[in-house]
């Protein structure tokens, strides 16, 4: 799958998950590509990343995509700031 977030709310990425949780447990694989830091919290998930031309296997929270929400999250007011003074 190729982004499948592109879609979808917050909250059907949640229904997505559950969906591609049930199918594994039946035998099913996935290749998924996503920035989607709900889909890439699947629990068991082999999460790669891609940068430099380089492939490597990445925790969860080693993602560009956790780290940035996480910041984001954590620093809205300071990050909106900084984006927004003139």
Known sequence: MDEPE???????????LLIIAEMA???????????????????????????NSTISPASYEET???????MFLENRERLLTELFEE
């Open 6 to 16: 592109a879609a979808l709310s917050p909250q059907r990425q949640l229904t997505l």
């Open 25 to 51: 447990k039946n035998g099913s694989q996935f290749i998924i590509a996503t920035h989607s830091p709900i889909l890439l919290g699947l629990p068991g998930a082999d999460i790669f990343s891609f940068s």
């Open 64 to 70: 560009e995509s956790y780290q940035i929400t996480k």
